[in-house]
T-cell receptor, first 115, second 112 residues
Framework: AQTVTQSQPEMSVQEAETVTLSCTYD???????LFWYKQPPSRQMILVIR??????QNATENRFSVNFQKAAKSFSLKISDSQLGDTAMYFC????????????FGKGTKLSVIP | NAGVTQTPKFRVLKTGQSMTLLCAQD?????MYWYRQDPGMGLRLIHY???????AKGEVPDGYNVSRLKKQNFLLGLESAAPSQTSVYFC???????????FGPGTRLTVL
C-alpha cells in the first residue's frame, strides 16, 4: 500500500518570501504520478502542480515548483514570491500508474502567508 | 461547463436517518470518486467507479453505498447515518487518458 507523509502540519511565511513544503511517500511502483493540491478556505480542491515519476526534470508552474527526488521518495513544493492568496491547506497526493487512478493523500500542511 | 457539481452543499441528519448525495459531471469523464475529509486528515477514498454501471470499494467503504446508473452521475448513499459519518464529502472525476482528478465543491454533512 502507498503512504504519503507531510511532516509539517502548519507553516507560515512572510508575503513575497519563499517557502518549501515537504512530502515523502512510500511505494514499490516504478511509474507513478505525484500532485500538490491547494485547498483554500472556500474548500475547493485545486491542482497546483503535477510530476510524472519517469520525468527527471522538476515540474514548474509560474511561482510553484517541485523538487522531486525519486531515490529518496521525496516531493517538496516551493512557493516563490508568496502571496496572501496562497494561504490554504496544501495536500501532497500520489497515484500509481498502470491504469490506477486512486489518489492517496497526505494529511496536509496549513500554510499562512503573513502580510 | 459546470465541471463537477454536488448536491446538497450542507446537510444535518439525525442518527439512523438515510440520505443520498448527488454528484454530476459534464466533462464526459469515465472515472468518478467519492472521498471524505476529516479534520487533520487528507481525503480518503470511499468508493469509486471506472464506468457506467460499475463501482468498487475504496479505503473506507463501510456504511456507504454507491450507484453509477448514468455516466455523468455518481450517487453516495448513507442507509443509516452515524455520528462517525460527520465529515466533508468530495466527489471527483477523471479521464483514463489523464491523471488529474477534478473535484466538486464538497458537501458538509453533520450527523447528530
Amino acid at each position: 500500500a502507498q503512504t504519503v507523509t507531510q511532516s509539517q502540519p502548519e507553516m507560515s511565511v512572510q508575503e513575497a518570501e519563499t517557502v518549501t513544503l515537504s512530502c515523502t511517500y512510500d511505494t514499490s511502483e516504478s511509474n507513478y504520478y505525484l500532485f500538490w493540491y491547494k485547498q483554500p478556505p472556500s474548500r475547493q480542491m485545486i491542482l497546483v502542480i503535477r510530476q510524472e515519476a519517469y520525468k527527471q526534470q522538476n515540474a514548474t508552474e509560474n511561482r510553484f515548483s517541485v523538487n522531486f527526488q525519486k531515490a529518496a521518495k521525496s516531493f517538496s513544493l516551493k512557493i516563490s514570491d508568496s502571496q496572501l492568496g496562497d494561504t490554504a491547506m496544501y495536500f501532497c497526493a500520489f497515484v500509481p500508474g498502470a491504469g490506477s487512478y486512486q489518489l492517496t493523500f497526505g494529511k496536509g500542511t496549513k500554510l499562512s502567508v503573513i502580510p | 461547463n459546470a465541471g463537477v457539481t454536488q448536491t446538497p452543499k450542507f446537510r444535518v441528519l439525525k442518527t439512523g436517518q438515510s440520505m443520498t448525495l448527488l454528484c454530476a459531471q459534464d466533462m464526459n469523464h469515465e472515472y468518478m470518486y467519492w472521498y471524505r475529509q476529516d479534520p487533520g486528515m487528507g481525503l480518503r477514498l470511499i468508493h469509486y467507479s471506472v464506468g457506467e454501471g460499475t463501482t468498487a470499494k475504496g479505503e473506507v467503504p463501510d456504511g456507504y453505498n454507491v450507484s453509477r446508473l448514468k455516466k455523468q452521475n455518481f450517487l453516495l448513499g448513507l442507509e443509516s447515518a452515524a455520528p462517525s459519518q460527520t465529515s466533508v464529502y468530495f466527489c471527483a472525476s477523471s479521464s483514463p487518458i489523464m491523471d488529474e482528478q477534478f473535484f466538486g465543491p464538497g458537501t458538509r454533512l453533520t450527523v447528530l
